[in-house]
């Protein structure tokens, strides 16, 4: 049974969808992953593309112009984790957009000199901040996660080190990106929204959507509202958890989690194959 394709709630919103389906050669569908095409799970490392997922995007993959991942994960790790290697031609930024994958072929920057000062600072800073039990830090490499997700209070806890960890940001020459239960300390510099614009300009895309779960995923709403008002159709779309939202709030379409994103790509590709 084919899934129904969705009407967004907003009047631009709908205009963007629009867009899509006229011309999806021209299109560029981008989307988060944790919390997106992956549920959220205690162990970042755990993690693991929604059962449909893939074969989802194989399916939109050769109906639009571009399609891609947008994450603050290293890419290969989201490339690994989320078995997406078998998606054809999709590209995945990560780290926010330092890093690039395509085709097998990962381009990085240098890691800035700040994550290691940080790194070797972050123990102290912690335990100062007298870290309650369950926290835990995720060494990205390119950037430092504090998570609370595991801690008897995790939105509590998340309050107590949100003003040390941006003391310790500040000191490092880092940025404090917030999210789900976990503040990380990246390079400043990039976004999601500069990755989103960046790939639009690139490809020439026409019309775009963005699917996001999380506040690192709020420039990348702004960045579908900028195009739209430079004549570009977008759609903002959110994949809704009860923890973040504020980001629904900036949606143009709201669906339920991986299993609502997975639903959506699933009806745009049918609705695409169907166009004329």
Same mark, same amino acid.
């Given at each position: 049974?084919?899934?129904?394709?969705?009407?967004?709630?907003?009047?631009?919103?709908?205009?963007?969808? %629009?867009?899509?389906?006229?011309?999806?050669?021209?299109?560029?569908?981008?989307? !988060?992953? !944790?919390?997106?095409?992956?549920?959220?799970?205690?162990?970042?490392?755990?993690?693991?593309?929604?059962?449909?997922?893939? $074969?989802?995007?194989?399916?939109?993959?050769?109906?639009?112009?571009?399609?891609?991942?947008?994450?603050?994960?290293?890419?290969?790790?989201?490339?690994?984790?989320?078995?997406?290697?078998?998606?054809?031609?999709?590209?995945?930024?990560?780290?926010?957009?330092?890093?690039?994958?395509?085709?097998?072929?990962?381009?990085?920057?240098?890691?800035?000199?700040?994550?290691?000062?940080?790194?070797?600072?972050?123990?102290?800073?912690?335990?100062? %901040?007298?870290?309650?039990?369950?926290?835990?830090?995720?060494?990205?490499?390119?950037?430092?996660?504090?998570?609370?997700?595991?801690?008897?209070?995790?939105?509590?806890?998340?309050?107590?080190?949100?003003?040390?960890?941006?003391?310790?940001?500040?000191?490092?020459?880092?940025?404090?990106?917030?999210?789900?239960?976990?503040?990380?300390?990246?390079?400043?510099?990039? !976004?999601?929204?500069?990755?989103?614009?960046?790939?639009?300009?690139?490809?020439?895309?026409? %019309?775009?959507?963005?699917?996001?779960?999380?506040?690192?995923?709020?420039? %990348?709403?702004?960045?579908?509202?900028?195009?739209?008002?430079?004549?570009?159709?977008?759609?903002?779309?959110?994949?809704?958890?009860?923890?973040?939202?504020?980001?629904?709030?900036?949606?143009?379409?709201?669906?339920?989690?991986? $299993?609502?994103?997975?639903?959506?790509?699933?009806?745009?590709?049918?609705?695409?194959?169907?166009?004329?």
């Amino acid at each position: 049974m084919t899934q129904q394709l969705p009407s967004p709630e907003s009047a631009a919103g709908r205009a963007g969808l %629009a867009a899509l389906l006229r011309d999806p050669r021209r299109a560029l569908v981008a989307l !988060d992953f !944790d919390g997106t095409l992956s549920p959220i799970v205690d162990d970042p490392a755990a993690a693991r593309a929604h059962a449909g997922a893939v $074969d989802a995007l194989c399916g939109l993959a050769p109906l639009v112009g571009t399609l891609a991942v947008i994450t603050g994960r290293a890419a290969p790790a989201v490339v690994e984790l989320g078995g997406l290697d078998r998606v054809p031609g999709l590209i995945v930024l990560g780290q926010y957009g330092r890093q690039r994958w395509e085709a097998g072929t990962l381009t990085s920057p240098p890691v800035p000199a700040g994550v290691a000062a940080a790194r070797e600072q972050l123990p102290a800073v912690l335990a100062g %901040a007298g870290a309650p039990e369950g926290t835990w830090t995720e060494d990205k490499q390119d950037a430092l996660a504090v998570h609370t997700r595991r801690t008897a209070n995790p939105g509590q806890a998340l309050e107590r080190l949100r003003h040390p960890l941006a003391g310790l940001a500040e000191r490092t020459g880092l940025a404090v990106e917030p999210g789900r239960m976990v503040i990380e300390l990246r390079p400043p510099g990039s !976004d999601k929204g500069q990755a989103l614009r960046g790939l639009v300009r690139q490809r020439a895309a026409a %019309a775009v959507m963005y699917c996001g779960d999380d506040l690192g995923d709020e420039p %990348a709403f702004r960045a579908v509202a900028e195009l739209r008002a430079e004549g570009i159709p977008g759609l903002a779309v959110c994949s809704g958890s009860t923890e973040v939202s504020a980001l629904a709030e900036l949606a143009d379409l709201v669906v339920d989690g991986p $299993d609502g994103v997975v639903a959506l790509l699933n009806a745009l590709a049918a609705a695409m194959s169907a166009s004329p």
